[in-house]
């Protein structure tokens, strides 16, 4: 061997040695210990934060924590809700350190200079800075990426009767296959962890990419997670779509504040500010925020939402993860179940590890926001080479005064909304296109990490509950996959039959849908199809079915067609109808479509009495409201969008009207009251009316054009189809229908005239949970007055005690039909949503989700009386009723008052 063959190896041997230490360097050391109180007690989800990494964990429910970490000097901070912090020193080497830390109480002292001459609250000037401000905090940070570990456990307490039997959960082999089904339990638990990717880019833009996933909970519950809670911000007017924040434009409306004082932490002082709604509500959020003097954001976060489910706990602190942009980095929900006799409580942790945090560089920083948590500089990365705006001075001349009035606030607020607004691109902005902007993924066999792998990557340690969870679960699997290789080998045959025969009998009844891989699909609706039964006195009682067909290609072009048919035993006559449409061009979404059939129509187009209701009403009281006529119809269309938001349907029809009498006199409840004659309430139809108004059996054919214009029209795109989105603009639709009669008893055989008809309507969503709607139409006819009742205008009275529809263009009090004109009319309907008004500031209805509604209705045409109504009613009562009074008015005059109940399930 040569001497530079030797120094060759000498040299491998030397950078080996070298990669195994840089190796060895390299590798991650553990941190672990207890936290503690001063008296001992182990404090419940602590936060561990190293600043240098942005990295932290959370400590389980004895206090324990554990947090790999390279080698090297850190500072680590060591905090919770209502204890001091504690700063200490740390330097890891080649060995596991114990480092237990124990946290003195926060104490929070009333300063001085915090008294008020005037007796107003120091919360309450802190507050308004911290609510002028949120929009500033909700917008600085312009992308995040971060790894985030979420961890939490479900313990059923108490599962009533009625529900023992149907709380079952599946549990499944690695295909998806159901290997055995298990009965829950009182005491059960349920444990899951999860961790995660998360990337931030604004305003609006998130993806979660699941890395892995370890779960005891069963199959059907594997996506309950607070992931919703914790990308959601109380610096946003509505937390979650669940309650108002503290922090709302409106939370002066909504909530008390009370000053609790303040301490020092680090170079700042921190505010402690309780949390006190006005009034009892499943809306707003008790509890105690902390705000961070002279930066006026948030420093932690502990409230309490109690609403029909039970309650929800929410806990969050806030570190400065780069200069003075503060987020989360740990949160912490705690729910307390309680619904329809079942009790079960869960806790949900998290612990955030921020990768990257850029600033919002186009968002000016006022120039009060200068401290530093830790005593360092700041990098002003927000002073800019760059023209200060007018928004700005009025910012920064807001910012300067020692206390802001409410209006000073509102201003802020505002002027801060308006620069955040700014930074968004003109392009983003502008874009009508929504696009889905929260994107999930779950990597490739995410489940099926081993224990080894959780032990080394699970930043927060099991407490002994979720350990028992995971240990049952792994032996429930280990029994079930068992269980399931023995009865594989029993012999299915019988059983499969019997499944099969049943399930045959139950498409029959009650209807099934089948569809296959190529596009095609057929429903058959069943022949106990209590959609298609009704009674009334012109049909009597009615039965029937309807089928679908459809065909998509490739290309997401599709014909559908739907027939239907019934039978009416008392007419003894088969109705029937077809409804069919060719679609294509999905980013127009262009239609042709027919429609045809033999049945009987309701004369009003304009709104009726609903069918089960005229069932009921008429067999047990024989009100028989619905007044029915004979058609023999076929119509002809095309529907397209000509630009966004621009869209045209063009039809054309002939129709053969018949009149048609009561054939029936039954009802279930025998009364000497009669039947009403199958003809409308109405003023035009009464005797020695206009003969031409009458009905009878006419021909008839149309013309219509029906255009529909929203301007700036938001639409997203799925699968190459495009849906409307909803508009900051109302919805103006103009009909025109040219009408050729068979005319009444004149020498022309047929008579012409045209309809044209006007509507704009919007619904505008105004502060939290606050709504503002509101329709304004009017029409008329122009040319030949020779026209039938079958053509008039037709309204939406409503004049029963009970609906079980929700209408948003109803006259509650007028009788059915006695609303319709051939006239020249208008007609509008406002309706105002809102949380709280009169009876929701009382105690015992404040606590509920009902909403309270003022509605005003009015019609008005030439030769009748101008119909005003108001209203008055209270929404979501039960969930999903309505009941409210309502007052009718002829010329201003009183007419009538009455009250209603609505059941809402469209």
Not at 604 to 618: A, E, Q, R
Not at 777 to 798: E, I, M, V
Request: proline share 4%; glycine share 6%.
């Amino acid at each position: 061997m040569t001497p530079k063959s030797l120094s060759d190896i000498k040299h491998l041997i030397l950078l080996f040695i070298l990669f195994m230490f840089t190796s060895y360097l390299a590798e991650s050391q553990i941190l672990k210990g207890k936290i503690t109180s001063e008296s001992g007690d182990p404090i419940q989800y602590a936060t561990v934060y190293i600043q240098e990494l942005k990295q932290g964990t959370t400590a389980n429910t004895k206090g324990d924590y554990e947090i790999k970490l390279p080698a090297g000097k850190y500072l680590v901070t060591y905090q919770s809700l209502g204890f001091s912090p504690v700063f200490l020193n740390i330097i890891l080497t080649d060995q596991t350190i114990l480092k237990d830390a124990i946290l003195p109480v926060q104490l929070y002292e009333i300063p001085e200079v915090r008294i008020s001459a005037t007796g107003e609250d120091p919360a309450i000037i802190i507050m308004r800075k911290a609510i002028g401000l949120a929009p500033y905090y909700l917008n600085n940070v312009s992308y995040y990426k971060a790894n985030v570990y979420l961890k939490g456990n479900l313990l059923f307490n108490r599962i009533p009767r009625l529900l023992q039997k149907s709380m079952k959960f599946e549990t499944s082999n690695e295909s998806g296959s159901t290997i055995s089904t298990t009965n829950i339990k009182e005491g059960d638990s349920f444990f899951m962890e999860s961790f995660n990717e998360i990337e931030f880019t604004a305003p609006d833009k998130y993806f979660q990419k699941v890395i892995s996933i370890n779960s005891t909970f069963p199959d059907q519950g594997n996506d309950i997670s607070p992931m919703d809670f914790i990308q959601a911000s109380f610096y946003q007017p509505v937390l979650a779509d669940l309650a108002i924040s503290p922090l709302s434009p409106q939370a002066f409306s909504h909530y008390h504040f009370k000053y609790m004082g303040a301490s020092l932490q680090g170079n700042n002082v921190i505010n402690k500010i309780e949390v006190i709604p006005k009034r009892k509500s499943q809306q707003l959020f008790e509890g105690t925020i902390y705000i961070i003097e002279d930066l006026w954001c948030l420093h932690s976060v502990d409230l309490t939402n109690d609403n029909i489910a039970g309650k929800i706990r929410i806990q969050q602190l806030y570190i400065p993860v780069q200069d003075e942009i503060w987020m989360p980095v740990s949160h912490k929900f705690e729910f307390n179940i309680g619904i329809i006799g079942l009790k079960a409580d869960a806790e949900y942790g998290s612990s955030v590890k921020y990768l990257d945090v850029k600033p919002n560089l186009a968002l000016k920083k006022p120039e009060s926001i200068t401290t530093n948590y830790f005593g360092r500089p700041v990098s002003d990365w927000s002073r800019q080479d760059t023209i200060v705006t007018r928004n700005q001075q009025e910012i920064e001349k807001i910012l300067e005064k020692d206390k802001l009035s409410n209006r000073d606030m509102v201003k802020l607020s505002r002027l801060m909304d308006k620069e955040s607004v700014k930074t968004v691109p003109d392009s983003t902005r502008k874009n009508l296109k929504i696009i889905d902007k929260t994107t999930q993924i779950v990597e490739k066999d995410a489940n099926k990490k081993d224990s080894a792998y959780w032990a080394e990557i699970r930043p927060i340690p099991l407490s002994d509950i979720e350990m028992k969870s995971v240990t049952i679960f792994d032996s429930l699997q280990k029994v079930s996959s068992l269980q399931k290789l023995q009865s594989d080998t029993i012999p299915q045959g019988e059983k499969q039959k019997k499944n099969k025969f049943l399930n045959s009998l139950k498409n029959l009844s009650s209807g099934h849908t089948w569809s296959d891989t190529t596009g095609n699909s057929f429903t058959f609706g069943g022949f106990l199809n209590l959609d298609k039964f009704s009674f009334n006195t012109v049909d009597g009682f009615i039965i029937g079915t309807d089928f679908r067909f459809s065909k998509t290609w490739k290309n997401r072009n599709s014909f559908s067609i739907y027939p239907e048919v019934r039978w009416a035993f008392s007419r003894e006559k088969l109705m029937w109808r077809i409804n069919g449409n060719f679609g294509f061009d999905r980013m127009k979404n262009r239609q042709v479509f027919f429609r045809t059939g033999i049945t009987s129509k309701d004369i009003s187009s304009g709104g009726s009495i609903n069918t089960l209701l005229n069932t009921v009403s008429s067999l047990f009281l024989r009100d028989n409201y619905l007044k029915l006529y004979e058609t023999r119809y076929f119509t002809l269309g095309y529907r397209s969008e000509i630009v966004n938001g621009l869209n045209l349907e063009i039809s054309t029809g002939f129709e053969d009207r018949r009149v048609l009498d009561n054939t029936t006199d039954y009802s279930v409840i025998k009364s000497s009251k009669i039947y009403s004659d199958n003809i409308p309430d109405n003023d035009y139809l009464a005797a020695g009316a206009d003969p031409h108004y009458s009905l009878r059996d006419q021909r008839h054919a149309n013309f219509v054009t029906n255009v529909t214009y929203t301007p700036r029209q938001k639409y997203s795109i799925y699968n190459g189809n495009k849906a409307r989105r909803g508009s900051d603009w109302p919805t103006f639709n103009i009909i025109w229908k040219h009408v050729i009669n068979e005319a009444y008893e004149t020498t022309d055989r047929y008579k012409h005239f045209d309809m044209m008809l006007f509507q704009v309507y919007k619904q505008h969503t105004i502060g939290a949970f606050s709504e503002f709607r509101y329709m304004i139409r009017t029409g008329g006819y122009l040319g030949s007055r020779d026209f039938t009742f079958y053509d008039f205008f037709h309204f939406n009275p409503q004049p029963l005690f009970l609906l079980l529809d929700d209408y948003q263009d109803a006259f509650m009090m007028p009788a059915y039909y006695s609303l319709s004109t051939p006239e020249f009319f208008g007609e509008a309907h406002i309706k105002y949503t809102t949380p709280y008004l009169l009876l929701k500031l009382l105690p015992v209805l404040s606590k509920t989700l009902m909403r309270e509604n003022l509605s005003l209705a009015w019609l008005g045409s030439r030769n009748h009386s101008h119909y005003t109504e108001i209203g008055y009613s209270i929404s979501e009562f039960l969930l999903f009723g309505e009941i409210g009074v309502y007052a009718g008015f002829e010329d201003l005059k009183y007419k009538s008052v009455g009250a209603k109940i609505i059941l809402r399930f469209n």
